[in-house]
């Protein structure tokens, strides 16, 4: 779509981006998200404020998925600024973080560092900034400093997100999908679009799966995206105007 048929928003675009559980494809989609808003016009920034499973590089921890965002963004964006919190090991962030503390290796996550991070890239005034969730939307990130249990979606709700749900198209997503969307709504939430991601290349009634999350969700379907090897494949599957994005 051309400039002349975009609309550029007066205001920054920011969305949450969560799935129905780990490994449903949240980057690949935002990637593509990303790479479908500039093909528009727009500037685009990306926030993955917490990741796990890290590789140890001269320059510090770094996460793929964070390094696509960053790669993703229209923005010149530092690493650190797209992902402030990173832990080595492949597991939930509060555990590999409760190892660190234990160790004397560490700090708690704090959900202060989190919303800084956030207004940081805020000022940038991007059109559209993407907060990529990790893991489920009930992340859970330990306690903080002074003794009271997190969770990533507390900073989607202080910061009243619009939310994006990925739903990994494999047996059981249907389930998965309305609880994480009943969550999120009981959370004060909006869901303002749901992605079918493929994840299975052979899924039984891959339709009629569709079909019934259509019926069952209140939110518009975005888009069904393919198995691609690239986001910049996928691009052209999303509806951008659910999204308040163009006209």
């Known amino acids: 779509m051309s400039l002349n048929n975009a609309q550029q928003p007066s205001v920054q675009h920011a969305f949450f981006v969560t799935g129905t559980d780990t490994e449903v494809g949240k980057t690949f989609v935002s990637c593509a998200l990303l790479a479908a808003c500039r093909d528009i016009g727009l500037s685009t920034a990306a926030y993955k404020p917490i990741s796990a499973g890290c590789e140890r590089t001269p320059l510090g921890l770094r996460n793929e998925d964070a390094l696509q965002l960053q790669l993703a963004s229209s923005l010149v964006l530092d690493y650190d600024e797209v992902n402030p919190i990173a832990f080595e090991e492949p597991i939930a962030p509060h555990l590999a973080c409760a190892k660190k503390v234990a ?36 992340l859970p990130l330990g306690k903080n400093s002074e003794g009271y249990e997190q969770y990533l979606s507390d900073f989607a709700v202080a910061h009243k997100l619009a939310v994006i749900l990925v739903v990994g198209m494999r047996l059981g997503c249907v389930n998965h999908a309305l609880l994480t969307a009943q969550a999120i709504e009981q959370d004060g939430l909006i869901v303002v679009g749901w992605v079918a991601n493929m994840l299975e290349p052979d899924m039984p009634f891959l339709a009629e799966n569709i079909q019934s999350l259509q019926n069952l969700l209140q939110a518009p379907l975005l888009g069904r995206v393919p198995r691609a090897s690239a986001p910049e494949d996928v691009k052209a599957c999303f509806g951008l105007q659910a999204l308040g994005l163009i006209t």
């Open 103 to 138: 160790s004397g290796d560490g700090t708690f996550i704090e959900l202060h560092d989190i919303n800084l991070g956030y207004q940081h890239l805020v000022d940038k005034q991007s059109d559209v900034l993407l907060v990529e969730g990790a893991g489920g939307w009930r």
